[in-house]
């Protein structure tokens, strides 16, 4: 498949944030003389980001920074979409504010959607959806970081390809643990629709760990595995057998409110500046109870 245009890769970002008081966490580091600003919270360089679930997957590390996705994603055949696919190529960005503050836009990007029970092919435009995060706790002594956080997500993209069918405010919490050259990265997320009737109330879970087999080079090589959980917590009214998953909320009535999914992947890390990475998903519950199949997942990170 051809890539799109320039203008589908690197969509305008919309700034959207809502601002949230959060208790200051203790850290061994001395404040920079910026504050921050740009360059965050340092120490944390040996972990490397998630790569599945890129929207609502937030990690608990502050800096700055952007983030090029492309999404390959697989519907079934025996789903009620009728099998087909979505590709995505998207933006993000974070922008480290303080040394524990940090704007983040997770959301944005170009779809093209094919589903032959509904779309059979069409793209547009993807929600836009940014916010604020901020480091709670950074324990250098055992090696462990608490990040919680909140995001906004308009409802402004093409209803053609199933986005901008509602508002959410999506509130997080991000955890990471290190264990030599071991890393874990965990994530909870509830998103709450801005309009009931439109759009499910829908709970996410996240794990990432990854294993550094060559952490002295100048090129880390990482093998990783992700293990993903979404629960649908109520009904919406638009009567859809099958929910929307980490691409959209449909306020539908799933057949099954709870799915799962694993990835099996890699990162590569560049002078802790460049970091590339890939990764297999597949389902793990009934595939054909919701739009979850399979996808590739493939990302490129730049660091300031």
Request: hydrophobic share 40%; with cysteine.
């Amino acid at each position: 498949m051809a890539l799109p245009s320039l203008k589908r890769i690197v969509p305008s970002l919309l700034v959207v944030g809502s601002l949230a008081g959060f208790a200051v966490g203790q850290d061994s580091n001395a404040t920079p003389a910026n504050g921050g600003f740009l360059t965050g919270l340092k120490g944390w360089e040996k972990f490397h980001e998630p790569i599945g679930q890129p929207i609502y997957f937030e990690s608990p590390f502050n800096d700055s920074g952007l983030r090029a996705l492309y999404l390959k994603h697989n519907f079934s055949e025996g789903s009620a979409l009728g099998g087909g696919d979505v590709t995505v190529y998207a933006l993000q960005a974070r922008l480290a504010l303080t040394e524990r503050l940090a704007f983040i836009a997770t959301k944005d990007g170009y779809s093209e959607f094919h589903a032959d029970a509904v779309v059979p092919h069409d793209e547009g435009w993807n929600d836009l959806a940014a916010g604020l995060k901020y480091v709670l706790i950074a324990d250098k002594e055992n090696d462990f970081v608490l990040t919680p956080g909140i995001r906004y997500q308009a409802e402004n993209g093409t209803r053609s390809v199933l986005q901008g069918g509602v508002g959410e405010f999506s509130p997080f919490v991000s955890v990471a643990k290190g264990f030599d050259d071991l890393h874990l990265i965990a994530n909870a997320t509830l998103r709450l629709p801005t309009n009931h009737n439109d759009g499910n109330v829908v709970g996410h879970w996240d794990v990432h760990a990854d294993y550094d087999i060559n952490p002295k080079s100048d090129c880390v090589v990482a093998p990783c595995v992700e293990l993903h959980g979404v629960h649908y917590l109520d009904d919406g009214a638009t009567g859809l057998p099958i929910g929307g998953l980490d691409y959209t909320n449909l306020g539908s009535q799933p057949a099954e409110h709870f799915v799962s999914w694993a990835g099996i992947g890699f990162r590569a890390e560049f002078a802790t500046r460049y970091e590339f990475g890939a990764v297999y998903e597949f389902a793990l519950t009934d595939k054909d109870k919701d739009i979850m199949d399979k996808r590739i997942t493939i990302d490129f990170i730049v660091r300031w």
